[in-house]
């Protein structure tokens, strides 16, 4: 069945430095959306990627799809301490979405 | 006003009994979901509705029972309550099936003494 794997499954930066968060996908996706869950909160939509290769930004956040619609991608430049939360990814494919386990940033100011 | 509403916010009940769990969305959605969120924030799908009818019935205890009286709804009844079940469950809602926005409700803390 389709697996979505994310990682890492914590990352501590320091405030001003980047971030990533990596997921893939065991088969190939139709899109792959992003969320974020601020702690004590709700999952929160970010974004849609639909194309292969797609490329979108908000503000600092940067998201990607991979070519092959296997792997994406959120980086965050410059975190500041509104970003600490879980970031999910979530795959669609083969009539099912998966969400991925998550990572939970923190930031230290 | 509240797209996604749940009730109640929190639920500390002993084990063995039986409880259930509300939720509304006035967004005019289709689809509606339940997941489950352990302590270690993995948010698993259990049910899901399009239309009032179940899609998705991951492998969740028979002890779960979602009914969905009318698509604005989707309520979960649980039985027989174990410590297991301990989490906070969120409802969902969306356009249409997978491919569309979700919006997630405010979770519902279940604790099982």
């Known amino acids: 069945g389709q697996q979505v794997m994310q990682i890492p499954q914590y990352q501590h930066v320091q405030e001003g430095e980047d971030f990533t968060t990596y997921c893939n996908s065991s088969?190939?996706?139709?899109?792959i959306q992003w969320y974020k869950q601020r702690p004590g909160g709700h999952p929160v939509f970010l974004i849609q990627?639909?194309?292969?290769?797609e490329v979108k930004k908000q503000k600092r956040l940067t998201f990607q799809f991979g070519e092959a619609k296997k792997n994406s991608s959120l980086h965050i430049t410059a975190t500041q301490t509104t970003d600490v939360g879980t970031y999910f990814c979530?795959?669609?494919?083969?009539?099912?979405?998966?969400f991925g386990d998550g990572t939970t940033l923190t930031v230290k100011p | 006003d509240t797209a996604v509403s749940q009730t109640p916010k929190y639920l500390v009940t002993q084990m063995g009994n039986d409880k259930s769990i509300k939720c509304e969305q006035n967004?005019?959605?289709?689809?509606m979901y339940w997941y489950k969120q352990d302590s270690k924030k993995f948010l698993k799908i259990m049910f899901s509705?399009?239309?009032?009818?179940?899609?998705i019935n991951e492998t969740v205890p028979n002890r779960f029972s979602p009914k969905s009286p009318d698509k604005a709804h989707l309520n979960l009844h649980i039985n027989s309550l174990e410590l297991g079940d301990s989490a906070v469950y969120f409802c969902?809602?969306?356009?249409?099936?997978?491919?569309?926005?979700?919006?997630f409700g405010p979770g519902t803390r279940l604790t099982v003494l």
């Open positions: 967004l005019g959605h289709d689809t």
């Open positions: 969902a809602s969306s356009q249409g099936l997978w491919f569309d926005e979700q919006f």
């Open positions: 990627l639909v194309k292969s290769g």
């Open positions: 979530a795959g669609s494919g083969a009539g099912k979405s998966t």
């Open positions: 088969t190939t996706l139709s899109n």
């Open positions: 509705y399009n239309n009032k009818e179940l899609i």
